[in-house]
């Protein structure tokens, strides 16, 4: 059997990050297996369609590092891949159902169904279709299409059966179907619904796996029945486990930071950290090894090793993926990737500037702050020179001392010369070193924190630093 997979984006809205692991598992398993991964755009549900959703969704898979075989963009032997531009095929096979007496047409106005509803919760019952329609004669149903009367095809659910499919992670689900609506399967506009579409569509793109979040399984008794209903083959359903908050209050939610899978790449996490960290959120290799290429990952992924039970998206083990990638980048990739957040930095400096901030941040987004003395004039207050129990004369004297020394260098930005003439000027006048070195940081960068100040001068400038330290002198 030649593997297929597929993400079936919804463009309703921004894709999440949990999207990106179903996404990765998806992938995985089809290039392993030497198959085809293919992107679907599920657009049928056109209340909730968000403009510009579905452009955004694909440039994010592919700024994750992602590409598809087969879908929007690029077409392939089983197009279109936008569900709104198959449409006659929905029809073709709701039609094919109402033939064979397993789908049926349905005239009640909303407000009949409401009602009904309404009626039915108050008897603390499970709202269902009553199948009012269900007793309308050949005749009947002919009339009233012919007068124009609004409908919808409803799939007429067997009675007293157990609906049963096989879940990989889940093994055998079994529902009874009395549990389970008429659902309706071509709305009155004559757009299929989710249910339907996405059933003839698997079919046809001849998906062999279909990996999505277990808030899926609900429909999943319906598209089983839909599968027996044409004599197809279903294809293998795998619903992953859902990704949880660490304080195990429920689903991951917005409350401990982002969710969406873009927001992860702005806050500048690497795709490649947050692919790593999304391979062990609900699948282990077995083996103690943390750190995974996405070809590696793609070599040993399988779905016996999938969890069971829900994962918890720990952002703090997060935080030690991307500290691990950026301090593997080279200087050279590592300012290319520095750019988008400091985009007025030319490259040359962002590669003179990467190994000064590899192993100070964790996020790339991190080194505005931490850099920002060295594009931006600095202020702060003149107290905060005063440190470690300076006094203003002190600060003047060091400052002084400071600037002869930095006047007098033959080169500027000898990282090696500047140091040792510096602590020659401390040792010669009997400072403390540390207290030293933090007024000289504050005097040139107004912050506490910052990368090596010295190895900061030659990106600084000289005149920038006489400058600052001239300024420390007046206080
Ligand atoms: N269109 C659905 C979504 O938005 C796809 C669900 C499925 O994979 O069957 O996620």
Redesign the pocket.
């Known amino acids: 059997m030649q593997v297929r997979t ?5 463009p ?1 809205g921004e894709y999440h990050i949990g ?1 990106i692991r179903t996404l990765l598992y998806n992938y995985a398993f089809a290039k392993k297996h030497k198959g085809s991964f293919i992107i679907r755009i ?1 657009d049928t549900d056109q209340k909730r369609l968000v403009k510009g959703a579905k452009d955004k969704i694909l440039k994010v898979i592919k700024d994750y590092g992602f590409d598809w075989d087969e879908g929007p963009k690029k077409g392939g032997p089983y197009g279109p891949y936008i569900q709104t531009q198959r449409l006659d095929i929905y029809k073709k096979y709701a039609q094919q159902l109402i033939d064979e007496g397993k789908a049926y047409y349905c005239f009640c106005s909303s407000k009949r169904l409401d009602k009904m509803r309404q009626e039915q919760k108050k008897r603390g019952e499970l709202p269902k279709y009553d199948r009012r329609c269900l007793s309308l004669s050949k005749e009947e149903i002919e009339k009233k299409i012919r007068n124009g009367e609004s409908y919808v095809i409803r799939m007429k659910i067997p009675d007293n059966r157990i609906i049963e499919w096989e879940d990989v992670i889940r093994g055998k689900i079994k529902v009874p179907s009395k549990d389970i609506d008429d659902q309706v399967l071509i709305k009155s506009d004559g757009i299929p619904t ?1 249910h339907f579409a ?1 059933v003839i569509d698997d079919h046809l793109m001849k998906i062999s796996h ?1 990996m ?2 277990q808030s ?1 399984i609900p ?1 999943a008794p319906k598209q089983a029945l839909l599968y027996e209903f044409f004599g197809w083959q279903a294809p293998v359903f795998v619903h992953l486990t859902v990704l949880m908050d660490p304080d195990g209050k429920g689903k991951m939610s917005k409350r401990h930071g982002s969710v969406f899978a873009k927001s992860f790449l702005d806050e500048g996490y690497l795709a490649e950290a947050l692919l790593n960290f999304l391979m062990l959120l609900g699948w282990n290799p077995g083996t103690n090894q943390e750190f995974f290429s996405l070809d590696e990952f793609i070599k040993i992924f399988s779905l016996e090793k999938l969890h069971k039970s829900p994962a918890t998206f720990d952002r703090k083990k997060l935080n030690y993926f991307n500290k691990h990638y950026i301090q593997e980048k080279s200087n050279e990739d590592l300012a290319k990737l520095l750019k988008k957040f400091l985009p007025q930095v030319s490259l040359k400096i962002l590669i003179e500037l990467s190994p000064l901030v590899k192993e100070r941040i964790t996020k790339l987004s991190e080194v505005v702050e931490l850099t920002k003395f060295l594009f931006k004039p600095i202020d702060y207050p003149v107290e905060m020179l005063l440190q470690r129990g300076a006094d203003k004369k002190l600060v003047k004297e060091m400052m002084s001392g400071a600037i002869e020394v930095l006047v007098n260098l033959t080169e500027w930005g000898e990282t090696k010369i500047t140091q040792e003439k510096l602590l020659k000027l401390i040792k010669d006048n009997g400072w403390n070193v540390g207290q030293f070195f933090m007024i000289f940081r504050v005097a040139l960068s107004g912050q506490k924190i910052t990368p090596p100040i010295i190895d900061c001068l030659k990106i600084l400038g000289k005149e920038k630093c006489l400058k600052r330290l001239k300024k420390a002198t007046e206080i």
């Open positions: 597929r993400m079936a984006p919804s309703t999207h599920e989710y996405v279909i999505r979040g899926w429909s």
